[in-house]
């Protein structure tokens, strides 16, 4: 069964303002709850999907109801036992190496879900105002 972990990025999104992409790299523009702008990049994208929140109601209530114990109140999240990494898994066929794929959510306190598949890490980037 899926669950969510703590990710190494902790940060609290009130809105995701867009989603951009160039070849396998996307950027996700955002801002806090403390009315802060960043940019997450992930760099070699193998999947992505974008939901609204009503798309995803059953699947939070299943994460809610194996949630861990240390898992903190953030915005951003590692799904173990990804059914979406097995998934695309059997549609490429062997055709791409995924082993190491990582699956990563995040959401804001609108509607937007953003699921991503990677091998590597995201880096956040904070946008100051010009």
């Known amino acids: 069964m899926e669950k969510l972990k703590n990710c190494r990025i902790v940060?609290?999104?009130?809105?995701?303002?867009?989603?951009?992409?160039?070849?396998?790299?996307?950027?996700?523009?955002?801002?806090?709850?403390?009315?802060?702008?960043?940019?997450?990049?992930?760099?070699?994208?193998?999947?992505?999907?974008?939901?609204?929140?009503?798309?995803?109601?059953?699947?939070?209530?299943?994460?809610?109801?194996?949630?861990?114990?240390?898992?903190i109140d953030n915005s951003f999240f590692i799904v173990e036992n990804s059914e979406y990494i097995k998934y695309f898994k059997n549609q490429v066929s062997g055709t791409i190496p995924a082993d190491n794929i990582t699956h990563y959510i995040l959401f804001d306190k609108v509607d937007t879900v953003i699921d991503i598949l990677t091998e590597k890490e995201p880096i956040l980037l904070s946008i100051t105002a010009e």
Do not use: G, P, Q
């Not at 070699?44 to 861990?68: G, H, P, Q, T, W």
């Open 11 to 71: 940060i609290d999104i009130e809105e995701i303002e867009s989603i951009s992409c160039t070849n396998r790299e996307f950027e996700v523009l955002l801002m806090s709850k403390d009315k802060k702008k960043y940019k997450i990049v992930f760099d070699y994208v193998l999947d992505m999907r974008y939901s609204i929140e009503n798309a995803s109601i059953d699947r939070f209530c299943n994460f809610r109801k194996n949630i861990s114990e240390n898992l």
